[in-house]
């Protein structure tokens, strides 16, 4: 099964938001929001006929797989129009050519959808820096979040994505937001933030960073470091009980 064909399947049940009438320029975001399977935030800006669309995929966070990584990021209820001239801002640390991985798409049926998705099954994706690389189910030409949380924009952890539409104009007020991946199985992992059957929520408050190992270098110098505090401890009390012989 094709990749595309296994997402219109996993967020068909999404694309029942009728066409609206025509809306002003504006900004939405969802910023924190979880599944079962994942977490991430998203924001998309309209200002005439350019669109920016900025995402962080925070798996890890929020008790979630950190090894899941995204291959799709779709806007339904969008309206009609053309979509082209993708251009892909790769987050530092992401592999090379990564930003050559993904192609736009525009789907009119049902109020219409705006597609940012990987052209291959075996490479491409966006994950995130917290991940244990040789878990991940595609490997190769990544975009990589850090291992974080967003920050105030600009900055330069988002994967950012610019495109343009013609011939119509962008529906807001019936957007919605849904995002299609495969964990460490190779399992399809899905966020669907509205529509008939959603399963992504915003979580409120700070996420909780995943569970990071210490390094064994780390171990070794806290180890160092307590037994100089236990040192120091053992000389004060020495001289202690000679002051008081």
């Known amino acids: 099964m094709t990749r595309m064909a296994r997402v219109v399947g996993l967020v068909g049940a999404l694309m029942l938001a009728g066409t609206g009438a025509a809306r002003a320029d504006g900004f939405l975001q969802w910023m924190n929001y979880c599944s079962l399977g994942t977490c991430a935030s998203v924001q998309l800006q309209v200002i005439g006929d350019n669109v920016t669309v900025r995402v962080w995929n925070l798996s890890g966070f929020n ?8 291959h799709t990021i779709a806007f339904l209820g969008v309206g009609s129009f053309d979509v082209d001239n993708l251009d892909v801002r790769a987050p530092t640390g992401s592999d090379d050519d990564s930003d050559d991985e993904w192609e736009l798409r525009h789907r009119s049926a049902s109020g219409g959808s705006v597609w940012l998705t990987t052209e291959s099954d075996d490479e491409g994706g966006l994950a995130n820096a917290c991940a244990n690389r040789g878990s991940l189910a595609v490997e190769d030409e990544l975009l990589i979040n850090p291992c974080r ?24 007020v019936t957007t919605t937001l849904a995002l299609g991946g495969v964990g460490p199985d190779g399992n399809p992992v899905t966020c669907v933030t509205g529509g008939a059957t959603p399963n992504c929520t915003q979580v409120t408050g700070d ?39």
Do not use: C, H, Q
């Open 63 to 70: 008790g979630t797989n950190a090894n899941t990584v995204f």
């Open 149 to 172: 949380t967003p920050g105030p924009n600009p900055e330069p952890g988002w994967a950012v994505f610019r495109f343009e539409i013609d011939d119509g104009s962008w529906n807001l």
């Open 207 to 245: 996420l909780l960073p995943p569970s990071v190992s210490p390094e064994p270098v780390s171990l070794v110098l806290l180890g160092t470091g307590l037994a100089g505090l236990g040192g120091v401890g053992l000389v004060r009390r020495r001289k202690k009980e000679r002051a008081t012989a």
